[in-house]
DNA sequence: TGGTACATGTAACATGTTACATGATTAG
DNA sequence: CTAATCATGTAACATGTTACATGTACCA
């Protein structure tokens, strides 16, 4: 019915669908974990996207097995709209930072607030460094021919130099706006 | 009547209202400069959150000028809503890269069209660094007293060195995913 | 037998996007 | 006179978020 274009959300779900079917239990777990850090989609997006896409006859139910799990398999026009969207030139980033609010604002913060809100955000942003860095030694360690492919690869690498490059940030700010870099003695 | 908490583009709203009374127009102007590179704002929304803080009675509509412009003042209960806002630690960060979508999913989309939508956003983001650059040394070059503050200088640290980052993913992609990086010779 | 993880889904609402309608003012 | 820019606003719709309701199956 719906010669809508797709809409990145639900074309990335149509993406995971060329694995195989899955339930949207399934798609949600495999997209935090492979698009989470650039594209996040939460739980009630996919079952709306899912019914959405079924009235469309791009994904397809199948029965209903254990837990009621309801796996989805694309169709054909599935994987046409699929490569249609894919064929089209990306839109642009769109960035929300929050912390960067709050920094152009900081004039209106008491410091040691703001200090201590920068402080917990660096953590955070470390964690994450960390965690894609773990992800790329296992995505090395893997036997040719297994583990992620050289796609998959470049997007965590460009997670790991955004985490570094926000870390460096962090780290090079004024005295001024945060006195004392968090995990740093002297 | 609403004492609901700000959501984060009202709120900068108020925050560019502490310099003086601006109109809708102004305030996207002053937006999409200053706060632009981490924080869209539309001129439909910049109207829509006008009309409900003045409901809510966070800011005031003057007197109609030339054109029908109609500049807002912050109010009182404005800058104590403002302040409340700016006090709370601010949320995570939204990263929505339609360009990395068309990177995971690379392996679906013909390879010289991927190279071409790659090197297309690589040019963009060239731009953006160019533009950044460019106000970091207008600021610099400012008279001690005048130009952004601290604060601002931050957020543009921030832009710079995010640009430099991305710039530097895309001269290091593997040859496979994008072959010939924009703008070089050999 | 009780808690945790699995699993689906809806409802209500907030926010963001796109397109359009209308008109004033200015510069050439 | 006319095109560009300034300026406000609405309408319709798409997307995203939060909270909740319901129930299953596994495991200790």
Redesign the interface.
């Known amino acids: 019915m719906t010669a809508r274009p797709l809409n ?1 959300t639900a ?2 779900l149509l ?1 995971f669908l ?1 694995l195989g079917p899955m339930t949207g239990w399934d798609l949600v777990a495999i997209a935090e974990r ?2 989470g ?4 989609i939460t739980q009630s997006q996919v079952y709306r996207e899912l019914a959405a896409m079924a009235a469309a006859g791009l994904v397809e139910p199948g029965e209903r097995g254990a837990r009621d799990r309801r796996p989805f398999s694309i169709t054909e026009a599935g994987r046409e709209s ?2 249609a969207w ?2 089209q ?22 410091p040691h ?1 703001l200090a201590a ?1 920068l402080a ?2 660096r953590d ?1 942003h470390a964690a994450k460094l960390a965690e894609y860095e773990d992800d790329l030694a296992l995505a090395e360690g893997a036997p040719p021919g297994y583990g992620p ?4 690869r ?2 965590l ?2 997670g790991i ?2 985490e ?3 870390l ?2 962090f780290d ?3 005295a ?2 945060l006195p004392d870099p968090a995990g740093a003695a002297g």
């Open positions: 990145a074309a990335s993406g060329h492979q698009i850090a650039f594209w996040s699929f490569a894919a064929a030139p990306p839109g642009d980033e769109l960035i929300r930072m929050p912390m960067l609010l709050s920094v152009v604002f900081g004039a209106h913060t008491p607030l809100h917990s955000h955070r492919d050289a796609y998959i470049a997007c690498d460009f130099r955004y570094r490059a926000v460096d940030w090079n700010l004024p001024e706006i």
